[in-house]
């Protein structure tokens, strides 16, 4: 009897597995390090709301039981959070599972799906997966190119992601601009606006796109508890959209995709809004931090409205990865992120940022008397 490969699909055949930010406890074991600073996963540096850890350990009595699919208590109070019904919300194992789900219920063979070259890399993937086409417009100064996408528009055409504020570049679109473009995308199109870190941002040129739902049927909100809220281990994110979008996902869903650990800390974490605001001014103070060392130092970035930051060096990113690596410090290389000569970090405590800030130095230093 003769084996042969087991026929896989073409599509997937052509695809290579998502590389992540390099896990600690990978790191410690490769280098025998025993403290290591991770800023390469846009992390909360500082965890997750007291609240929501007291919730998950009493949650855990209740692990035997399966949770409720819809998270309704969560969505409940999501909605009355936002102002909006909560037959508009749909949780999904992180914000990924509902870009998954989006593609899986919209893309077929030979549909299009707009975004920014570079962006979040889920997107293409899962249009990919699905058997479509990533149309990618390069960004403009690390800002999506809304014209562009616009003009990029075609009768395939199902679907248009603008990633606000933008992984990896960290830059958000101007308000007018993104409302102009609201106004103008076809209604039969998909235009997901995926808002990972909204709680970030803090500039008037920021869109609310939360009262557009209203008079734009196909205007979809991704939102996450990975990020400001601490949670990313949990996987909990939702999506924001019309309630007849979510009953086509619905069919496509898992029936049990949030556990109950994350839907009980998500809910609490929705009390805290201290955590929340203490998070997004430390974040800004960090920011500043890094801004202006990073001045000092000559390099320049995008001008970011995250927790991260994507530095330009003269240089690989890859070189300076393995270099910060080897001190202990987790960067993201560009090279993965479509951009070879920058590097991006997350925004960590003043102790990580000023480890990270030496540690840049050090490498940076290195290079200088090669
Ligand atoms: C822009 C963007 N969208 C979505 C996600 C996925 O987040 P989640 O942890 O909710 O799946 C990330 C995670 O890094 C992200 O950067």
Do not use: W
Request: net charge negative; aromatic share 8%.
């Amino acid at each position: 009897m003769t084996f042969s490969k087991i026929p896989v699909r073409k599509k997937i055949e052509e695809l290579s597995p998502y590389v992540s930010g390099k896990p600690i406890e990978e790191v410690q074991r490769e280098l025998g390090l025993e403290t290591i600073v991770k800023l390469a996963s846009n992390e909360n540096p500082y965890g997750c709301s007291p609240l929501a850890k007291e919730a998950m350990i009493s949650e855990m009595a209740q692990a035997s039981f399966y949770p409720e699919g819809m998270a309704p208590s969560l969505a409940e109070k999501l909605a009355r959070k936002l102002s909006i019904k909560q037959d508009q919300i749909i949780l999904g194992n992180g914000s990924d599972e509902v870009i998954r789900l989006l593609t899986r219920t919209y893309i077929q063979q030979n549909d299009e799906a707009i975004m920014a070259d570079v962006t979040f890399p889920r997107y293409e993937t899962n249009v990919l997966i699905d058997g479509g086409t990533p149309v990618k417009i390069p960004l403009v100064n690390g800002v999506h190119d809304l014209q562009r996408m616009h003009e990029a528009i075609t009768e395939n055409t199902r679907m248009i992601f603008v990633c606000n504020p933008n992984n990896p570049t960290g830059t958000i679109v101007q308000k007018e601009r993104l409302r102009a473009f609201i106004e103008k995308v076809p209604k039969h199109i998909l235009l997901i606006v995926d808002e990972a870190y909204y709680e970030y941002v803090n500039d008037e040129d920021y869109l609310e796109t939360l009262p557009l739902l209203h008079g734009h049927a196909n205007l979809v909100i991704l939102r996450t508890f990975s990020k400001i809220h601490g949670l990313a281990a949990l996987r909990i994110g939702y999506g924001i959209m019309d309630a007849t979008i979510i009953q086509e996902l619905i069919k496509v869903k898992e029936p049990f995709n949030t556990n109950r650990l994350a839907q009980s800390a998500a809910f609490a974490s929705l009390d805290d809004d201290d955590f929340v605001e203490q998070c997004a001014r430390r974040n800004e103070e960090g920011r500043n931090y890094l801004e202006n060392e990073l001045t000092r130092m000559g390099l320049s970035f995008f001008p970011s409205h995250a927790n991260f930051l994507m530095i330009k060096l003269n240089q690989p990113g890859k070189d300076v990865f393995e270099k910060l690596l080897a001190s202990g410090v987790i960067i993201r290389p560009g090279h993965l992120l479509g951009y070879d000569d920058t590097i991006r970090v997350t925004i960590g405590t003043l102790h990580e940022n000023e480890k990270f800030i030496t540690s840049l130095q050090n490498a940076m230093n290195e290079t200088a008397s090669v």
